[in-house]
């Protein structure tokens, strides 16, 4: 990734179409609950999101979400991505997602995307994948990930997904709470885990966990930061000023209506580098930056 190049680095972008599966319409209701929620529906080609963060000057972590045992949609593969990634290895990177229940043929996957496929890191999403964080069938892809000292983005708090559906769509908000992650953070120190999104209900928990464990981080996507609990500003601003990082939750939210949020939502200009990019840099192996203080 050409950094210099880049105005920042959004670690937390979605691939929502596949151009190598056939449509698949399986559990689209999940999709309209979101859409309705979110107040958008743009489903954009992995392509087409590439093209705009170029033309925006953003690099970008993108990712698919691999829930086919919860929901039993066709996950977009991974190889998709990841061949996007070396195209576009200036200002992409592929992070893999592989559903936890697969274990061990999982494990198998996660070393073979890492090794063949260049894959830089992995996404969980406790809720919409059914696991709970710390149960041990995830050990299995946690032991490699750990193996190769890459990072592992992973949802917290509430989620838009199954929002306003028949019981939620039978997905538990519960398997999201970051302090679920303690036992991961302890048992795998050389996983960086990045706890996605302001954790709302439990976003002093996240504050806690990324204050008493080194190796967890706290990414800031999925909401305007002005919609931002006052503590996640504060802890921003100084002790874990080093551990925020920018994410959009694209194509959700855009990088733009963030980046202009952000800019009046009361984070001092000394951090704004950090969050935008260089705690990124850090994360991602990319290039020499001054460790964290």
């Given at each position: ?41 743009r489903r954009p080609t992995i392509d087409e999101t590439v093209a705009y963060y170029r033309e925006k000057k953003i690099g970008l972590v993108m990712f698919t979400v691999d829930s086919e045992a919860q929901l ?222």
């Amino acid at each position: 990734m050409k950094t210099a190049d880049l105005i920042a680095i959004d670690v937390h972008t979605h691939a929502e179409v596949s151009c190598w599966n056939p449509f698949d319409n399986y559990g689209e209701e999940y999709d309209r609950a979101a859409d309705k929620y979110f107040g958008s529906n743009r489903r954009p080609t992995i392509d087409e999101t590439v093209a705009y963060y170029r033309e925006k000057k953003i690099g970008l972590v993108m990712f698919t979400v691999d829930s086919e045992a919860q929901l039993g949609r066709r996950r977009i593969p991974n190889e998709e991505i990841a061949e996007a990634a070396k195209k576009n290895a200036d200002m992409m990177i592929c992070f893999g997602s592989i559903d936890p229940h697969k274990g061990k043929m999982g494990a198998r996957e996660a070393r073979k995307l890492i090794e063949e496929h260049g894959v830089r890191g992995f996404k969980f999403h406790p809720t919409v994948q059914g696991f709970l964080p710390y149960d041990k069938m995830a050990w299995p892809i946690y032991e490699v990930i750990a193996e190769y000292k890459l990072p592992a983005i992973f949802h917290s708090g509430h989620s838009g997904i199954g929002s306003g559906m028949r019981c939620g769509g039978g997905l538990r908000l519960q398997n999201s709470n970051p302090m679920l992650l303690e036992d991961v953070a302890i048992d795998f120190p050389d996983m960086q885990i990045v706890v996605a999104h302001p954790s709302w209900p439990w976003q002093d928990e996240a504050l806690s966990l990324a204050l008493h464990k080194p190796n967890v981080w706290i990414d800031l996507s999925g909401w305007s930061p002005k919609y931002f609990p006052p503590q996640l500003i504060q802890y921003a601003n100084t002790l874990l000023k080093d551990r925020m990082l920018f994410g959009s939750d694209y194509p959700l939210i855009t990088p733009e209506r963030w980046m202009k949020d952000f800019g009046e939502a009361g984070f001092k200009p000394a951090v704004h580098e950090k969050i935008l990019k260089t705690n990124a840099m850090r994360l991602l192996g990319l290039g020499e930056v001054q460790p964290a203080a």
